[in-house]
């Protein structure tokens, strides 16, 4: 998967990226999207709202969750649950998977 991660007006340090790598690197193994891009920024005068945004494409869909807190790991921690949610009901209703077995009540017989 290619992972574009853009920190804007030096928002976030080196740890912060290596953190969404990883992050991604997991969803990936799990759900196997074509790329993501992530945009990390503060906003307001003093920058005190940190605001991630998260795009992640399969083929024909993109799923997109933008957040806003007062620190970049809760903003980041939500919006990456958000995309894995969207990624989860996605693989649930588009991608077959093995038959799944039901139970059946096992029959007593008369004595």
């Known amino acids: 998967m290619k992972v574009q991660v853009a920190i804007r007006?030096?928002?976030?340090?080196?740890?912060?990226?290596?953190?969404?790598e990883e992050e991604l690197e997991r969803i990936n193994k799990k759900y196997h999207p074509d790329s993501a891009e992530v945009v990390i920024?503060?906003?307001?005068?003093?920058?005190?709202?940190?605001?991630?945004?998260i795009n992640v494409y399969v083929p024909g869909e993109t799923f997109h969750s933008k957040e806003r807190s007062d620190d970049i790991h809760k903003?980041?921690?939500?919006?990456?649950?958000?995309?894995?949610?969207?990624?989860?009901?996605?693989?649930?209703?588009?991608?077959?998977?093995?038959?799944?077995?039901?139970?059946?009540?096992?029959e007593e017989e008369e004595v």
Do not use: C, M, N
Not at 41 to 53: L, Q
Not at 81 to 103: C, D, M, S, T
């Open 9 to 20: 007006h030096e928002s976030a340090d080196g740890k912060i990226k290596t953190f969404v």
């Open 75 to 106: 903003s980041l921690d939500i919006a990456i649950k958000a995309i894995e949610k969207q990624l989860q009901r996605y693989k649930e209703l588009h991608i077959p998977g093995p038959a799944k077995k039901h139970k059946h009540p096992i």
């Open 41 to 53: 920024d503060h906003e307001g005068p003093t920058g005190y709202i940190k605001t991630v945004e």
